[in-house]
């Protein structure tokens, strides 16, 4: 892009404020991942409709996808659509996973409040370097960054690992001092993707590695943590999929209690994108299935949109806590 685009010009805020808030009361704003309008309707009018600060995330490849001068167009209509729906909620628009400098300072210079960098797969010193070159440039411009300690498992978009390493905190002091970061995302056992386990038949999801997060609270009190591929791959979802079609019969997410449990601690941002593809797919997938003669994308899309909404009001009621903060 050739001019810079201030956040707030878009109706945006960054995410110090919400975390504050999140932190004090004791629950999680919601990050929810599109790559579409429909996605993008859906969030903020569950949002707006639960009254839920919001942050809209955006991957690298998804930014492709739609085109940057697209993007920030259409999220500066979706903020002035809340009005319209009752009222705006606080929101952000965050890049999820940024894998360089430059890719995080276009989206800056492009509107977004709020970036990740994700230097994860780095040296401990490769990552302290870059993520300390991320901030000083978004500090300029009043911009919110995300830095990550640990590897999550698990494919999604252009994030892959076949591994997980858990954030060692011993580590994190040094990390959030040397960088100035404002938030951390971390690796408890969370995992990108839709096949976060594999489980035998019976079997339940391992616990998540509260001991560790508890640990790190006690390092860093009061500091902002994020948790990465916290999808629960919702099960009516899943088994909506497999009846009209398709094929994802070992699929398996993070249980809900634990996302609650973690909602509560000093975990003040949960990223959700699985969830939202699936409840997507599955109701289209159902739409084809009951009337193949269907080829007008407003009515099945429309239906996969007003899905999503009721996602997104139930995970922010009933999981992260966000419903009603505004």
Do not use: W
């Not at 999604?156 to 970061?181: A, I, L, N, Q, W």
């Amino acid at each position: 892009m050739t001019d810079a685009v201030k956040y707030s010009e878009l109706g945006l805020v960054n995410t110090k404020g919400m975390f504050m808030k999140a932190m004090a009361d004791r629950y999680a704003v919601p990050a929810y991942n599109f790559n579409n309008m429909e996605q993008l309707q859906a969030i903020v009018t569950g949002c707006s409709e639960s009254r839920s600060p919001v942050i809209l995330q955006c991957s690298g490849s998804a930014l492709r996808y739609m085109n940057s001068r697209l993007l920030a167009c259409m999220v500066k209509g979706a903020v002035e659509m809340m009005e319209d729906l009752g009222g705006s909620v606080p929101t952000a628009l965050h890049l999820d996973h940024g894998d360089s400098f430059e890719l995080c300072r276009s989206c800056m210079d492009s509107g977004f409040s709020s970036v990740m960098i994700d230097g994860s797969h780095r040296s401990f010193e490769e990552n302290i370097n870059i993520t300390k070159r991320v901030v000083d440039y978004a500090h300029e411009h009043d911009v919110t960054v995300e830095g990550e300690l640990g590897v999550l498992s698990g494919v999604e978009d252009e994030v892959s690992s076949e591994v997980s390493h858990y954030t060692k905190p011993s580590e994190v002091e040094e990390f959030v001092g040397r960088t100035s970061v404002d938030s951390l995302a971390i690796s408890i056992g969370t995992s990108h993707g839709a096949y976060k386990f594999k489980l035998k038949p019976g079997e339940q999801p391992p616990s998540l590695r509260f001991d560790i997060l508890e640990e790190i609270e006690s390092r860093i009190p009061g500091f902002p943590i994020v948790l990465h591929g916290a999808s629960s791959v919702m099960p009516e979802y899943v088994a909506m999929i497999n009846r009209f079609g398709g094929k994802m019969e070992e699929a398996v997410g993070i249980p809900e209690e634990q996302l609650r449990r973690a909602a509560e601690s000093a975990v003040c941002k949960i990223n959700i994108d699985s969830d939202g593809r699936l409840a997507m797919t599955a109701t289209i997938r159902k739409v084809f299935a009951e009337k193949p003669g269907e080829f007008d994308p407003r009515k099945y899309l429309g239906p996969a949109r007003e899905e999503l909404i009721r996602m997104i009001k139930y995970k922010n009621e009933h999981v992260l806590g966000s419903a009603g903060r505004v």
